[in-house]
C-alpha cells in the first residue's frame, strides 16, 4: 500500500518537473536479501537448512576426514567386524566411534560415504528428471490440444503406478550400477515434474504478458522459456526439493531390498540392510545409525522445501 | 471511407502530401466468428474503418460489443475456435488476413504494436524492464545489445519517466501501475510502428494519471505519425483524445465520424445512450439515463438492426437490416465524414433514406 502510494507521489513530483525516485526501500532491499530474510524467520527451516549444509559438506569431504576407506578392502580387517560404537580396532588401534558393521568397516566412515552416494544420485536423478519433465510439461502446456492430452495421458499412467514398482521393474531390466539407478528413478519422477509445471504453465499462458509477448512477435520457444518457464519456477524449486528427498528415500529402499547399488559401494540403504539381520542380536548399531543419518538427511530436505514452499507461495505471503 | 475522402481533399491540394493522407490502415468488412458448441458467435460482423498516419481512432463500445476482439484480429491473435473469416486488412499494401505465421510475427512488435489493459498483467514480473524492452528490439532490429539498450533508455525518456537508466534494472513489480503502463507504451513504442492498437491502456489507472498517460500517447502519435486505434469504453477518454469515433454494437459498427461531432451530435440512438449515461452531462442530482435492457447476446442476436429491442425509435422498418453506410454529411478539410447504420438517425440534418 505504501509502495503504491510514493510511487503515485513521484508521478506528481514528474509534473513539477522534479526528478522522483520510484521505489529507494525496494532497490536497497534486493529479491535475494529479502528472501533470505524470510528465509530464516523459522528457526526450524534454518536449523534443517544447517544440518543439510553439514550433511552435504561433510559427504562431500569424507574422504579427507574419515578414518577409514570402507571401499578399500585392504583397511578393512574381518577381525573388527560388528564392534559396538566406542570399541577400539584389533589391528591397527583406532576408535570405532559408531561401532562396526558385519565385514568390519567403520560405521562412522561408511555412512559418510553412503551419503555421498545417496546425495549424489538423489541429486543427480532429481535435475535431471526436472529437467526432461518440467520440459515436457511445458511443451505440453504451450501446445495444447492432441498433444497435452497424449503427454498428460501418459503422465497420469506413470503416476497410476507406485513408484516403488516402476522402479523395481526397471533396475530388474536394467541391471545394477549408479547411472541405472539414476535412470530407474528420473524414469520414475519426471511424471511429478511434468504435472506440475503443466498445472502452472497452463495458468502463466493466460497471463496477459503472454499475449504481450506474443504481440511484440517473440518467437515460441523465447516464450516458452524465457517468459513461461521463470513464472514455473517457485513450484518447480518446492518440488525439485519434496522429490530430490524422495529419490534418495527411493534409492535407499531398492538398496534396502538389494536391487539397488552394489555391495561395493554401500548406500544408506545397504548398510541398514546389511545391519538389518543383527538386530535381533542386539547388534542395534549397524542399521540404526545409518538409518538415522537417512532420517537427517530426508527431513531436512523436506523442511527446507517447506519453507520454501510456504516463501515462494503469494498466498501465504505476510 | 472517410480515409479516401481525405485521400482525395489531399489530391486536391497537393500530390506530394498524397502520402501523407494515405490511410495506415484500412479494414474492409471484417468479420471474425467464433465456432462455439452452442453456436457461432459473431464478435465482429462486418466491420469497415480506416486510420490515417498521426491519427486516432476511439473504438468505443460496451463490454461484448466487439472492439478487443477487431484489435486481435488485426494482430492475427485469434485463437481457436475463432477464426477472421472475411473481409480484408490493408496494411502497408498488404492485406493481413492473409500473412502466415512467420510474416505476421514480423510485423507484430514490429509494424503494428499494441498496449493492453493492466499494466500489473503486460509485463513479465520475473524479468526486468531493460530485459524485456531489449528483447522487444532485438526481435526486430538487428543491432547490438548496447545500441537496444540506449534505445529503451530514450524510450523510456521519451514518455516521461523520470531516471529511466534507474528505472530499467528495475523489476515491474517496483513500479507503480502509472509507470508500468509508460514501459508498456515505451515498448510499443520503441520500433517505431507504424499503427499502435491501445486496448483500454487506461482503464486500470486512476484518474490523474490516466490524464497524463493519455497525454502523452496523444503527443506521441503526432510526434511520430503513427497511427494508433483506442479502444475504450470511455467516451470521457475518447472525446479527449480520438480524432475520429468509432461506436462499436454487438459487431457492428454503428457510427462513425468526427470526435466532437458525434460526442455532440450524435446520431445513433445508443451512442446517445452511451452519451447521457455519462454523470458529466447531467445536472447535479438528476438522474442519470441509461438504455434500457442488456446487451443481447451474441449467439442470437435479434434480427435486423441489433439494437431494436433497446431503442425507443425502433419501428417496422428496424426489422430489416439497415444499411452499412449512410453518409450524413460529406467530408471536409475539418471535419470528417459521417456514418451511422440507423433508419431514424437523431438529429435534424439528417437525411437519410
Not at chain 1, 543439510?52 to 577381525?79: C, E, R, S
Not at chain 1, 568390519?104 to 546425495?119: E, P
Amino acid at each position: 500500500m505504501t509502495s503504491t502510494l510514493s510511487d503515485d507521489v513521484s508521478d506528481v513530483q514528474k509534473l513539477d518537473g522534479t526528478v522522483g525516485d520510484a521505489a529507494p526501500a525496494a532497490a536497497a532491499d534486493s529479491p535475494f536479501r529479502r528472501f533470505v530474510f524470510e528465509f530464516v524467520e523459522s528457526p526450524v527451516a534454518t536449523a534443517a537448512l544447517v544440518v543439510l549444509a553439514l550433511i552435504i559438506v561433510l559427504a562431500a569431504i569424507a574422504p579427507l576426514i574419515t578414518p577409514q576407506n570402507p571401499y578399500d578392502l585392504g583397511q578393512v580387517d574381518v577381525l573388527d567386524s560388528r564392534l559396538p560404537p566406542g570399541e577400539v580396532s584389533m589391528s591397527t588401534g583406532m576408535t570405532f566411534w559408531l561401532g562396526t558393521d558385519g565385514a568390519g568397516r567403520d560405521l562412522l566412515s561408511a555412512i559418510l560415504y553412503g551419503l555421498r552416494i545417496s546425495l549424489a544420485v538423489g541429486v543427480a536423478s532429481g535435475f535431471l528428471a526436472m529437467a526432461i519433465g518440467s520440459a515436457i510439461g511445458l511443451i505440453a502446456a504451450y501446445a495444447g490440444g492432441r498433444v497435452e492430452t497424449l503427454i498428460m495421458r501418459l503422465v497420469d499412467l506413470q503416476l497410476s503406478f507406485p513408484a516403488i514398482l516402476i522402479a523395481l521393474m526397471l533396475v530388474a531390466v536394467l541391471g545394477k550400477g549408479v547411472d541405472k539407478i539414476i535412470i530407474a528413478l528420473v524414469a520414475v519422477q519426471w511424471a511429478y515434474y511434468a504435472r506440475t509445471v503443466r498445472g502452472s504453465a497452463l495458468v502463466e499462458r493466460q497471463k496477459e504478458y503472454v499475449e504481450a509477448a506474443r504481440c511484440l512477435g517473440l518467437s515460441h520457444g523465447r516464450i516458452v522459456f524465457r517468459h513461461i518457464l521463470p513464472n514455473c519456477l517457485p513450484p518447480l524449486i518446492v518440488v525439485v526439493t519434496v522429490q530430490t528427498a524422495h529419490a534418495i528415500a527411493l534409492e535407499a529402499t531398492l538398496s534396502f531390498l538389494g536391487v539397488g547399488l552394489p555391495q561395493t559401494e554401500p548406500s544408506l540403504g545397504l548398510l541398514i540392510a546389511n545391519g538389518f539381520n543383527y538386530m535381533l542380536s542386539g547388534k542395534y548399531w549397524i542399521s540404526t545409525f545409518p538409518g538415522i543419518a537417512l532420517l537427517l538427511t530426508i527431513m531436512s530436505i523436506n523442511l527446507v522445501g517447506d519453507q520454501l514452499r510456504d516463501i515462494l507461495n503469494p498466498r501465504l505471503q505476510r | 471511407m472517410s480515409a479516401q475522402a481525405e485521400n482525395s481533399v489531399g489530391t486536391a491540394s497537393s500530390g506530394a502530401e498524397t502520402s501523407h493522407h494515405a490511410p495506415a490502415l484500412e479494414v474492409d468488412s471484417l468479420k471474425t466468428h467464433f465456432f462455439t458448441k452452442a453456436g457461432i458467435v459473431k464478435a465482429v460482423d462486418g466491420v469497415s474503418f480506416s486510420v490515417a498516419p498521426g491519427e486516432i481512432l476511439g473504438l468505443v463500445g460496451e463490454s461484448g460489443s466487439g472492439k478487443s476482439i477487431t484489435g486481435f484480429s488485426l494482430m492475427g491473435l485469434i485463437d481457436p475456435p475463432g477464426r477472421v473469416v472475411e473481409g480484408q486488412m490493408i496494411f502497408a499494401g498488404r492485406d493481413l488476413a492473409q500473412l502466415n505465421d512467420v510474416e505476421m510475427r514480423k510485423i507484430r512488435g514490429n509494424r503494428i504494436a499494441m498496449i493492453f489493459q493492466d499494466p500489473m498483467m503486460t509485463l513479465n514480473p520475473v524479468l526486468r524492464v531493460d530485459t524485456q524492452m531489449v528483447e522487444a528490439v532485438l526481435a526486430h532490429q538487428n543491432v547490438s545489445r548496447k545500441t537496444a539498450l540506449e534505445m529503451a533508455r530514450d524510450a523510456l525518456a521519451q514518455v516521461g519517466i523520470p531516471a529511466p537508466e534507474r528505472r530499467l534494472t528495475n523489476y515491474p513489480h517496483e513500479l507503480s501501475g502509472g509507470m508500468r503502463q509508460r514501459v508498456a507504451i515505451a515498448i510499443a513504442f520503441i520500433n517505431k510502428p507504424d499503427l499502435i492498437i491501445a486496448d483500454e491502456p487506461t482503464t486500470a489507472l486512476d484518474v490523474t494519471i490516466q490524464a497524463q498517460i493519455l497525454f502523452e500517447a496523444q503527443e506521441l502519435c503526432r510526434k511520430t505519425r503513427t497511427a494508433m486505434i483506442w479502444i475504450t469504453h470511455d467516451l470521457a477518454v475518447v472525446a479527449a483524445l480520438a480524432d475520429r469515433i468509432a461506436v462499436m454494437y454487438a459487431g457492428r459498427i454503428v457510427e462513425m465520424g468526427g470526435a466532437d461531432d458525434v460526442i455532440d451530435r450524435p446520431a445513433h440512438p445508443y451512442t446517445e445512450g452511451l452519451i447521457g449515461s455519462v454523470p458529466g452531462h447531467s445536472q447535479h442530482g438528476a438522474r442519470l439515463t441509461q438504455i434500457p435492457g442488456m446487451t443481447p447476446s451474441l449467439l442470437n442476436l435479434p434480427g435486423g438492426c441489433a439494437f431494436r429491442t433497446r431503442c425507443k425509435h425502433a419501428d417496422q422498418a428496424c426489422l430489416a437490416e439497415p444499411e452499412a453506410t449512410a453518409h450524413m454529411t460529406e467530408a471536409t478539410v475539418s471535419a470528417p465524414a459521417r456514418m451511422v447504420r440507423c433508419f431514424h438517425p437523431l438529429g435534424g440534418g439528417a437525411n437519410v433514406a
